[in-house]
């Protein structure tokens, strides 16, 4: 099965500071996707951004990126100049693009994330 | 488009009794997942459906089941429920092929006493 590893409970920033939440992740595969998601206290579960993983270009949405390292299976997220909207759980996800499973998110334990004024 | 909508938003139930929670996808979307949210656990696939099909099956007791109506609509069940099967219960729709993103629902809140 595969695996994700957030190994930060919990990460505080500042109002317009930047802040990086890691992610790991345990495949044998070449090809998959791996993808961002905030879940605010409404609890929608909300898609920030996405990386192929044949795609070497890091993938950027405004002021979310990704340092994307395949060889480490590393998958890191980059928000700059914070808002408080920011606030939120933050979860790493793995998904397969083929075969019986590749409609299963695996998602690691989350990150929950404090913005301060 | 109208987004992933999920009935009832918050149930009651107590242990022994069954229920029933509902999820409509996106118009156009053929596979709906069911995942399971709870403080212990984090998010647990339950299973995919995809064209009334099961597709893919998580690691839960028999007493979880579900089903894909022909227009996508998705209900998941629970028998005998115990205390330990409150949880947020969340669905998610997409396209369903190797490249289609997944669209959350707001949720299910099951408590059960």
């Known amino acids: 099965a595969q695996t994700v590893t957030q190994s930060q409970p919990e990460m505080s920033v500042q109002e317009a500071e930047t802040v990086t939440l890691s992610c790991t992740y345990d495949t044998s595969e070449s090809d998959y996707y791996l993808f961002w998601y905030k879940q605010p206290p409404s609890r929608q579960m909300i898609l920030v951004i996405r990386?192929?993983?044949?795609?070497?270009q890091n993938a950027t949405e405004n002021r979310f990126s990704v340092n994307f390292q395949k060889a480490a299976k590393s998958f890191s997220l980059k928000i700059s100049d914070s808002q408080l909207g920011d606030a939120a759980m933050y979860f790493c996800a793995y998904r397969r693009p083929r075969g019986s499973t590749l409609g299963r998110l695996y998602f690691g334990r989350g990150t929950q994330l404090t913005v301060w004024p | 488009k109208a987004g992933v909508t999920q009935t009832p938003r918050y149930l009651i139930k107590t242990r022994g009794q069954q229920v029933t929670l509902s999820c409509s996808p996106i118009?156009?979307?053929?596979?709906v997942s069911w995942y399971q949210q709870t403080p212990g656990q984090g998010l647990q696939f339950l299973f995919e459906?995809?064209?009334?099909?099961?597709?893919n099956k998580g690691n839960f007791p028999g007493r979880f089941s579900g089903r894909q109506f022909s227009n996508s609509r998705s209900e998941m069940n629970v028998s005998t429920l115990e205390l330990g099967d409150s949880a947020l219960y969340l669905c998610?729709?997409?396209?369903?092929?190797?490249?289609?993103?997944?669209?959350f629902g707001p949720g299910t809140r099951l408590t059960v006493t």
């Open positions: 459906y995809f064209s009334e099909t099961q597709r």
């Open positions: 118009s156009g979307h053929r596979s």
């Open positions: 990386q192929e993983a044949y795609k070497q």
């Open positions: 998610a729709s997409s396209l369903g092929t190797a490249y289609s993103e997944q669209y």
